[in-house]
């Protein structure tokens, strides 16, 4: 037997992974109706545990033992594969995010790329639930997930790309080196523009407030996911806590400096920046009242575009001299 | 008045059993769904004002993990009745009930959904005089409304039908939860 050392170390990484992803959905749970409280003024979860602790065990445990219901004239085999096409690409997301400067599950040159490709799944994912559930209000959140994840894709690739052609090459590591320690070296001081609109298009892009349409509730019960019940609906609440993680992540690899920070560089200021960008989207998704459709595409077809074009060009032309 | 209304059609109520049995797992699978009791968003008349009170700061139904008030049935644990059923909503009320899964709860708030509250009187014709009428009910909070101490009390009472146990201290006469 000759198993070749990258195949242990994915096999390694895509369990590291896995974990990371488990876990991080219970910190983002706890995380997001905690800081939902403070916003509104109360406790939050308080006396499930300590502090509340263990709230979203519970509310895991919860969802694995209730039953799973399936409309009568759903297609079952769309509608059951819906949920999982939601969350498995994630693996192969975080595969090629450096967390550290070895702490990268596959070094590989187009993971810029990968991750851009990859995301794009989940628009087909939810677009097959919606279609599937053979309900009026799931088919509504599903067109709008559609329109609004293939708008506000384009402004956030225009926004990588003049990052791409700033660095000059796709690897998520390299960019990272070519960043320094020190705040004032990070990319987003050169960028500001490119940040602003690569968050705006991420938050939108994971379906969060204020740009959480396809799941409206005061219009549309609940969207793409109303007729999905139990572990079915729990899969697509964490793909969408993965979702959040996968642009931070993205965002911190290339806009402010990915490990690198004052003093030690290393995994734990990777992870700070992370968690501090998932903060401020729960801290926009709790402060803003969402925003009507037509106001939605407006934002994007008429300033994020044009803003991210005059982005590119600037970033090009600086390049060239 | 207790004739029977025949134009009333109750919900089916009838299970999958469950697919575990060992009764250690039964009860953790127990306590942890007491603990998250997803509520419906769902008000019918002015006992809905306590509801929404009891997710505000004062109250503040977060604290035992209970409010997040999911749109979807198919996400819900618990159906608060919270107002008076017309006999125009039964069929709503019915039809709401039925899609949610399997381990699912309802709580009766206030003299409306009880009996029919201020409503209760002869020949009144539009009002389904108690909602245990049309789904099983777990829990009867009174009040007219109740006040959200006594939502709260309920959720508890539910917990501890599930459980076995009160999970809670007591409260004091004249002290706030």
């Known amino acids: ?321 | 008045m207790a004739q029977e209304d025949i134009d009333l059609i109750k919900a089916v109520t009838t299970q999958d059993p469950p697919l575990v049995k060992v009764e250690l797992v039964n009860n953790f699978f127990d306590i942890c769904r007491s603990m998250s009791l997803w509520p419906m968003t769902f008000g019918l008349a002015c006992c809905a004002i306590e509801m929404m009170a009891v997710g505000m700061a004062r109250f503040d139904i977060a604290r035992y993990g209970a409010e997040v008030f999911r749109p979807s049935p198919r996400q819900c644990d618990l159906m608060i009745v919270a107002g008076t059923v017309s006999k125009k909503m039964a069929p709503c009320l019915v039809q709401l009930y039925e899609q949610m899964p399997a381990p699912r709860y309802v709580m009766a708030l206030g003299n409306c959904a009880i009996s029919g509250g201020p409503f209760y009187f002869e020949d009144q014709y539009g009002i389904v005089e108690g909602v245990d009428r049309l789904v099983p009910v777990d829990v009867y909070v009174p009040g007219c409304p109740p006040r959200p101490e006594g939502l709260l009390e309920g959720l508890f009472k539910i917990q501890e039908k599930m459980t076995g146990r009160r999970w809670w201290p007591m409260p004091k006469q004249g002290e706030a939860v």
């Open chain 1, 1 to 321: 037997m000759n198993i070749p050392p990258e195949l242990i170390h994915i096999s390694i990484a895509l369990a590291a992974i896995a974990a990371f992803i488990g876990l991080n959905g219970l910190v983002l749970v706890y995380l997001e109706r905690k800081v939902a409280g403070f916003i509104q003024r109360r406790p939050g979860p308080y006396e499930v545990g300590p502090w509340g602790l263990l709230q979203p065990v519970a509310d895991a445990v919860k969802l694995v033992g209730k039953q799973l219901v399936r409309p009568k004239v759903a297609d079952p085999w769309l509608y059951w594969a819906a949920p999982l096409l939601s969350f498995t690409p994630i693996f192969l997301l975080f595969l090629v995010i450096p967390f550290g400067p070895t702490l990268t599950g596959m070094e590989f040159n187009y993971g810029l790329l990968l991750i851009l490709a990859f995301t794009g799944l989940n628009v087909l994912a939810l677009c097959l639930a919606g279609w599937s559930s053979a309900n009026k209000y799931s088919l509504l959140g599903a067109a709008r997930s559609v329109a609004q994840s293939i708008a506000y894709e384009i402004p956030l690739l225009l926004a990588v790309l003049a990052i791409a052609f700033q660095f000059g090459t796709l690897n998520l590591t390299e960019m990272v080196h070519q960043q320094g320690q020190w705040p004032w070296q990070w990319n987003i001081m050169f960028q500001p523009l490119a940040f602003v609109i690569y968050f705006l298009c991420a938050i939108a892009e994971t379906n969060r407030a204020p740009f959480d349409l396809p799941e409206a509730e005061s219009e549309l019960t609940a969207g793409f996911h109303t007729e999905y019940s139990g572990m079915a609906f729990g899969l697509f609440f964490l793909a969408e806590y993965a979702y959040i993680i996968v642009v931070s992540c993205v965002a911190v690899v290339l806009f402010l400096g990915g490990w690198q920070g004052p003093g030690a560089p290393g995994f734990w200021w990777f992870l700070l920046k992370v968690y501090a960008l998932i903060l401020v989207i729960i801290w926009i998704r709790w402060t803003y009242p969402r925003v009507r459709f037509d106001q939605l595409l407006n934002i994007n077809w008429k300033w994020l575009l044009p803003l991210a074009l005059v982005n590119l060009l600037l970033t090009l032309i600086f390049v060239k001299i």
